[in-house]
């Protein structure tokens, strides 16, 4: 009987991953490889890589961290890391493991073969998304709750108060006590506007669609849209007059109606940079971005 050896199994491994996506028989030979020859942090980051794509969330957390034991350099190890702990909901140290993906990864030029730049900082952006929602989420009820408190405190304080001192008093201490609630109420409105989110700036937004910024192109005109959404634009104009217009190409600006060519496009770089600083500093614009946020979310009460 032939003896494999552990580059073998997981070429074979590989295989099942790449061109068959059957990532459970992959799981097992790369465990096969990884019985050969324990300390390669290759085979742990793969096999992580595969229980990410089944929903192994803690397997793939006990994989990852097992590759970065052996190579803490790994871009890939730490994004599979961050994106395992944040679907555990994880969400402080899914940042942190991310972000440590990103600058491995931005040392390299950001031309890591397994997870894809920009894959990476997508998924930061989605775990900074959900760590300000986890703590927006946390401060609204301990407001919440606090608030009850005090008006309990209150409440109870002006109605000993009252029958201590008798009932020609029950009136004087009915006004304080709603003068001190409508004071209560003031601080903490106040106090909720300092967590109230704010709108995303219209010139973070494409005209056609209106949602944030992703990819965004601008035109000799100096108009900036999402890519693709000015594509499909130039490719269902249908008006008759537009089109006896520009019938070379019969593609217009749609803001000016000038003559545009999809070649004409070119990527606005700043816009690009300045949206991601935006949701950087603004978690919470992530949500904005129209992208999957789905995670399971035990909420507060």
């Known amino acids: ?6 580059e073998k199994w997981f070429e074979e491994a590989e295989e099942r991953r790449y061109y068959e996506d059957d990532f459970e028989t992959a799981i097992d030979l790369y465990t096969n490889a990884i019985n050969l020859c324990p300390n390669n942090a290759v085979y742990f980051t793969n096999r992580a890589f595969c229980h990410i794509k089944i929903g192994n969330w803690q397997k793939a957390v006990d994989d990852s961290r097992r590759a970065i034991e052996l190579d803490n350099t790994s871009a890939e190890a730490h994004s599979i890391l961050g994106e395992a702990l944040l679907e555990k909901t994880e969400h402080v140290e899914a940042v942190r493991e991310l972000k440590e993906a990103v600058n491995l990864e931005r040392a390299n030029g ?44 209150l409440t109870e304080m002006h109605s000993r108060e009252a029958s201590q001192k008798g009932g020609h008093t029950e009136a004087a201490e009915a006004q304080c006590l709603q003068q001190q609630l409508d004071s209560l109420e003031r601080v903490f409105s106040e106090a909720a506007k300092a967590d109230k989110q704010t709108e995303v700036p219209d010139y973070f937004r494409c005209p056609i669609s209106y949602s944030v910024l992703r990819d965004p192109v601008i ?65 919470w614009a992530y949500g904005e971005l129209g992208m999957d946020i789905s995670l399971t979310w035990p909420g507060f009460g």
């Open 219 to 283: 035109t000799p005109s100096g108009h900036t849209y999402e890519r693709e959404e000015i594509l499909r634009h130039l490719g269902k104009v249908s008006d008759k007059k537009k089109r006896k217009k520009y019938h070379e190409k019969n593609h217009f600006d749609p803001i000016t109606q000038e003559p545009l060519d999809p070649s004409q496009l070119v990527p606005n770089l700043a816009i690009k940079e300045a949206v991601e600083a935006f949701i950087e500093k603004h978690a």
């Open 110 to 153: 950001g031309t890591g073969e397994f997870y894809e730049w920009k894959y990476i900082r997508e998924l930061l952006l989605k775990a900074k998304f959900y760590e300000w929602k986890y703590a927006h989420e946390l401060r609204s009820w301990e407001l919440q709750h606090l608030h009850k408190v005090c008006v309990l405190a």
């Open 1 to 6: 009987m032939e003896t494999r050896s552990a």
